[in-house]
C-alpha cells in the first residue's frame, strides 16, 4: 500500500458506510496515527455507528454533513418551496466568491430571514413546539409506570406507553397497542458522567475519554479490558474483546436507562 499511496495524500473513499471497498482497508491500517484524520460527510449514515467498528483510533475524526448533489440555484429553489422562517448558513454562501465577484450563481437567494453563523460563533434560534393532547382510555391511565427522569431542567416523572395513535375530527387518541413478542423497552439518555462512575466502581475504570466529531459523541476507552463503549444522543455501540465482556457492558448500559 505504501507504493500506491505516498503520504502525505487525500484519499477520497467510496461507500460512506466504511463497510466495504478500499476504505477499510485505509482505516484498519491508518487509524492508530493521530496525524491522520476522516472526515465523515454523509448526513443519512451516523457519525457513530459508521466508526464504531474501527474504535478505539487515535487518529482524528470530524463529521461535517454536506450534500455534494445540490448547487445554488436547487438549493435556492428548495429555499423558496419550502419557505423557512429562518436560514442558518455561512456568510460565505450569500456572497459571490472574492476571486469572482460577478457569479451571481453562486449565491444563494431567500426571502426568509438570513442568520449568518461563521467559524467558532454562535446564535439563538427558537425552537417552537407543539404538544398535542391524546386521549388515554382509563386502563391505560392505571397501567402507566411513571419514573424519574433525569433533563437538563431537572427530574421530570415519565412514562412509556405503546398503542396505535388514531386522529378522528382532529381529535387524537391512543388505541390498544399491536400485541408484541419484543422485551422490555429502554429509553431515556446515558450520561457520560454517571457512565464513568459506574464503570469505576465496577472496577472498570477508563483509562481515556475521547470527544468525537461535532463534541456530543465520546469515546471511552477500556484498554486492559480490550474493549470501547462510544456515546452518542442516539446511539449508544459497545466493542468488546470477549462476549462475556460485552454483555458486563451492556448490562452496566442497561442500568443507566429507564425500563418500560
Known amino acids: 500500500?505504501?507504493?500506491?499511496?505516498?503520504?502525505?495524500?487525500?484519499?477520497?473513499?467510496?461507500?460512506?458506510?466504511?463497510?466495504?471497498?478500499?476504505?477499510?482497508?485505509?482505516?484498519?491500517?491508518?487509524?492508530?496515527?493521530?496525524?491522520n484524520s476522516i472526515i465523515l460527510i454523509e448526513s443519512e449514515f451516523p457519525f457513530a455507528t459508521t466508526l464504531a467498528p474501527f474504535?478505539?483510533?487515535?487518529?482524528?475524526?470530524?463529521?461535517?454533513?454536506?450534500?455534494?448533489?445540490?448547487?445554488?440555484?436547487?438549493?435556492?429553489?428548495?429555499?423558496?418551496?419550502?419557505?423557512?422562517?429562518t436560514v442558518v448558513t455561512s456568510p460565505t454562501y450569500f456572497r459571490a466568491p472574492v476571486s469572482h465577484p460577478n457569479r451571481t450563481d453562486l449565491v444563494l437567494i431567500s426571502d426568509s430571514e438570513v442568520v449568518e453563523l461563521g467559524v467558532g460563533e454562535t446564535a439563538n434560534l427558537p425552537q417552537p413546539q407543539s404538544v398535542i393532547t391524546v386521549e388515554l382510555s382509563?386502563?391505560?391511565?392505571?397501567?402507566?409506570?411513571?419514573?424519574?427522569?433525569?433533563?437538563?431542567?431537572?427530574?421530570?416523572?415519565?412514562?412509556?406507553?405503546?398503542?396505535?395513535?388514531?386522529?378522528?375530527?382532529?381529535?387524537?387518541?391512543?388505541?390498544?397497542?399491536i400485541p408484541s413478542t419484543s422485551g422490555n423497552q429502554l429509553y431515556g439518555e446515558v450520561e457520560l458522567e454517571e457512565l464513568i462512575s459506574v464503570l469505576t466502581a465496577k472496577g472498570l475504570t477508563p483509562d481515556k475519554i475521547e470527544a468525537l466529531g461535532t463534541g456530543d459523541h465520546f469515546l471511552i476507552s477500556l484498554s486492559d479490558h480490550s474493549s470501547s463503549i462510544?456515546?452518542?444522543?442516539?446511539?449508544?455501540?459497545?466493542?468488546?474483546?470477549?462476549?462475556?465482556?460485552?454483555?458486563?457492558?451492556?448490562?452496566?448500559?442497561?442500568?443507566?436507562?429507564?425500563?418500560s
Not at 419514573?147 to 388505541?175: C, F, M, W
Open 230 to 259: 462510544t456515546l452518542s444522543p442516539s446511539v449508544t455501540s459497545i466493542t468488546a474483546h470477549t462476549g462475556e465482556m460485552r454483555q458486563t457492558l451492556q448490562r452496566i448500559v442497561s442500568s443507566l436507562l429507564i425500563s
Open 138 to 177: 382509563l386502563d391505560q391511565l392505571e397501567n402507566l409506570n411513571m419514573q424519574p427522569l433525569k433533563t437538563t431542567e431537572g427530574y421530570q416523572l415519565v412514562s412509556h406507553i405503546a398503542g396505535v395513535l388514531k386522529a378522528r375530527d382532529n381529535k387524537p387518541s391512543l388505541g390498544p397497542p
Open 1 to 35: 500500500m505504501r507504493e500506491v499511496y505516498k503520504t502525505p495524500c487525500i484519499v477520497f473513499t467510496g461507500h460512506p458506510s466504511l463497510r466495504c471497498g478500499d476504505a477499510v482497508l485505509l482505516l484498519e491500517n491508518w487509524r492508530d496515527d493521530v496525524h
Open 55 to 85: 474504535l478505539p483510533m487515535a487518529m482524528r475524526s470530524y463529521f461535517c454533513p454536506i450534500d455534494p448533489s445540490i448547487n445554488y440555484a436547487q438549493a435556492s429553489k428548495l429555499i423558496k418551496d419550502i419557505r423557512p422562517k
